[in-house]
């Protein structure tokens, strides 16, 4: 019994193993007191430093692609920008469980580490792009070199206290939301600087040739300076765990020492626990974190395309400046919001009545865009400013509390790999949302003289089904949460 008694001391979370990082971190939050702002403030910046990369090249994207060419009509750029959006998320499908699995492997760390650093070698390559197969190629190897984002959650968890990991988890969806904001913000302001500024930018310069580098070296550069701070953030995967699950020996000495029945109890636990996908509570989650995604990322890319879009067809007419402006708007509410309010909510509510009420309250918000087009001038600029920042704050909010239940729903040895899985799922979807979002939108322009749902009437109606779907999922008992051991 004393090889059992060992074995299991061995597994307790409580008991500090000199030479283990996670057990380093675990005793620093025990003395820890007060929120772990610098532990939070980590966790934004380093996925603040991919995020900017999803989206920026929404608002150029239009422009990028009639620039080189493959589109005959003005009404098919939207299908072929659709390709180029979702091939950064059909690479991050293919190798997020990867990733997931090397970092309860090997660690967090160097899967972040790697992260970082691929954002600054292929976006800057992205922005270099010459023709529309170098943009695509690019894009998926970012995506798929990419891997921290799953990992990202369950360091979030990891680092700060019980209490606190709300808040953790709050500043990863609250750096991805500012990311998809603040990135498109870079875009629409740092593209084609040799027309905006003709004073510091001339016309047969490095940047007129190159229109679209400017902000995907600006956010490159930011990555590089994330990379190398990430040297000196600690490791909390607890090393001693992994090797102690690995030993054959100590499986052995467990099987001399225990009764035949203590056995079977332990392996079927142990089978229990290693079946990701026998876990309800995490891939019912997973599930519904993929449809929010779906129509989150079918917005992005339409609403840079409905805002860019000429007037005739629907749109608004903005230039790259125009909405940056508003995306900009609505990432600082975002940050203000997520930083503050959003721990508050979630504490009165909880995750999933969180998630499902917001849900509802899109829906509306969504179904006034079309009416919101019928406006001009200054009128236009507030209403359109309120809603996309009500939008995108619903959004992250909704995403949030997910990210929660999915963290509660394994424990730390298998945080890492169920991150990765939801990433691989959630990148299928959010793969599909670009492409599909393009070709709705340039299907719904040919159809302005429709009777049913004419023009943008029948993106935002669709992108509204999306939603109702996976509100209904919100309820029981699709969407439950793990219980407490």
């Not at 939008?391 to 990765?420: C, E, H, P, W, Y």
Request: proline share 4%.
């Amino acid at each position: 019994m004393a090889a059992v008694e060992n074995a299991e001391s061995l597994l307790r979370k409580d008991e500090y193993v000199e030479g283990c990082p996670g057990c380093a971190v675990d005793r620093r939050k025990q003395l820890q007191r007060g929120l772990p702002l610098k532990q939070i403030l980590t966790v934004w910046m380093i996925v603040l430093a991919t995020a900017l990369t999803i989206a920026s090249l929404y608002p150029f994207l239009y422009f990028m692609i009639r620039d080189f060419h493959i589109a005959d009509r003005e009404e098919d750029i939207g299908y072929y920008a659709g390709f180029v959006g979702c091939s950064y998320m059909i690479g991050r499908a293919v190798s997020s469980t990867l990733w997931g699995v090397i970092a309860d492997r090997y660690g967090r760390k160097p899967v972040i580490i790697i992260g970082c650093a691929s954002v600054v070698v292929f976006n800057a390559l992205f922005g270099l792009s010459v023709n529309y197969w170098m943009a695509i190629i690019t894009r998926f190897l970012l995506g798929s070199m990419n891997g921290l984002l799953g990992p990202i959650k369950a360091y979030a968890c990891e680092t700060v206290r019980d209490e606190y990991q709300s808040y953790g988890l709050s500043a990863v969806s609250t750096a991805w939301g500012t990311g998809l904001v603040i990135g498109p913000a870079l875009g629409g302001f740092l593209a084609q600087p040799a027309d905006k500024f003709p004073g510091i930018f001339t016309s047969d310069s490095f940047w007129a040739r190159f229109p679209y580098f400017l902000p995907c070296l600006i956010t490159s550069i930011f990555a590089a300076a994330v990379t190398i701070a990430c040297f000196w953030i600690p490791e909390t995967l607890h090393t001693h765990i992994i090797e102690s699950t690995s030993s054959e020996g100590s499986y052995d000495a467990l099987e001399a020492a225990t009764e035949q029945s203590d056995i079977k109890e332990m392996e079927e636990n142990k089978a229990s626990k290693k079946s990701l996908f026998k876990n309800w509570p995490l891939m019912s989650s997973i599930i519904v974190y993929c449809t929010f995604s779906l129509h989150d990322m079918a917005y992005s890319e339409i609403f840079s395309l409905w805002a860019e879009s000429p007037r005739r067809l629907g749109g608004l007419g903005y230039s790259t400046e125009d909405v940056g402006s508003v995306l900009s708007v609505s990432g600082l509410g975002l940050l203000i919001f997520q930083s503050s309010l959003y721990p508050i909510v979630e504490k009165m509510l909880g995750p999933i009545m969180i998630s499902r009420v917001l849900g509802i309250v899109s829906i509306p918000l969504l179904t006034s865009y079309h009416y919101i087009a019928m406006l001009s001038g200054i009128t236009l600029s507030i209403v359109l400013n309120i809603a996309s920042l009500l939008k995108n704050v619903l959004s992250i909010s909704i995403v949030t509390g997910l990210f929660i239940l999915q963290n509660r729903a394994v424990d730390q040895d298998q945080r890492g790999a169920a991150n990765g899985l939801a990433m691989t799922f959630v990148s299928l979807f959010k793969a599909v949302g670009p492409l599909g979002g393009g070709a709705l939108f340039s299907w719904a322009v040919k159809r302005l003289d429709a009777d049913f749902l004419p023009g943008d009437q029948m993106v935002f109606f669709i992108l509204n089904i999306v939603e109702a779907i996976a509100v209904l999922m919100t309820f029981k008992p699709f969407l439950v949460e793990r219980r407490s051991n």
